[in-house]
């Protein structure tokens, strides 16, 4: 009987570890799968956020390389109403043919901001809502994405893609962007979490 006995304990011990080994397999698969879905998911959110935001990459780099542009910014330091309106006519034109919620440029040597609108101000450091600006000029980068308020539209939350506009020398003179309202990023993201019935959340690690 003890040999009966011990056979039966081995084969109920066996039994045990073999369900544990496969409880541990299961869950390690549950996980791998997990993982690999969670990474296809982020990375079709980040694809789709690209794409909404390919358009004023595009244009913003287009702006900052426009011949016409530039040479209306080489002119004299001082503002000159005919040049303003040939800036502010391109902005319009601009706007409407591609559709932006927002455009703009600043003339480096005077400040002064453009819309499509006309002439918003000019930029001052002690203006907190021009803090980018002189943020985005420090860090002396070609193009950059930044979320700010614009102040044309009320301060909505924008996300902005801004590029430097500089000579032939590789002196700046200007900074243009192009604004997304973040409706258009969050409907996007929303779409993502009603379909997969999942919550989204953005992370800024830099």
Not at 13 to 40: C, G, K, P, Q
Not at 71 to 84: A, F, P
Not at 88 to 107: A, G, N, P, Q, S
Not at 124 to 151: C, G, P, S, V
Request: proline letters at 1%.
């Amino acid at each position: 009987y003890k040999i009966i006995f011990a056979i039966i304990a081995l084969i109920i011990i066996s039994f045990a570890v073999a369900t544990v080994m496969s409880m541990i397999s299961i869950n390690h698969l549950v996980d791998e799968d997990m993982e690999y879905t969670a990474r296809i998911l982020s990375s079709n959110v980040h694809n789709a956020i690209n794409k909404d935001l390919s358009k004023p990459i595009y244009l913003s780099q287009m702006m900052a390389n426009d011949y016409l542009l530039e040479s209306w910014l080489k002119k004299d330091k001082d503002y000159s109403e005919y040049r303003g309106e040939k800036v502010v006519k391109y902005l319009k034109r601009l706007k409407e043919t591609f559709k932006c919620d927002t455009i703009f440029v600043i003339d480096a040597k005077s400040g002064i901001y453009y819309t499509y609108t006309g002439v918003s101000k000019i930029v001052d450091k002690k203006n907190e809502h021009d803090r980018w600006y002189y943020t985005f000029l420090d860090k002396n980068m070609q193009q950059d994405i930044e979320m700010d308020a614009d102040e044309v539209h009320g301060y909505r939350p924008t996300v902005f893609v801004d590029a430097r506009i500089t000579d032939d020398n590789e002196n700046l003179i200007g900074v243009c962007g192009i604004g997304v309202n973040l409706d258009t990023v969050q409907a996007t993201i929303s779409e993502f979490e009603k379909i997969h019935n999942i919550k989204i959340s953005l992370v800024d690690t830099r």
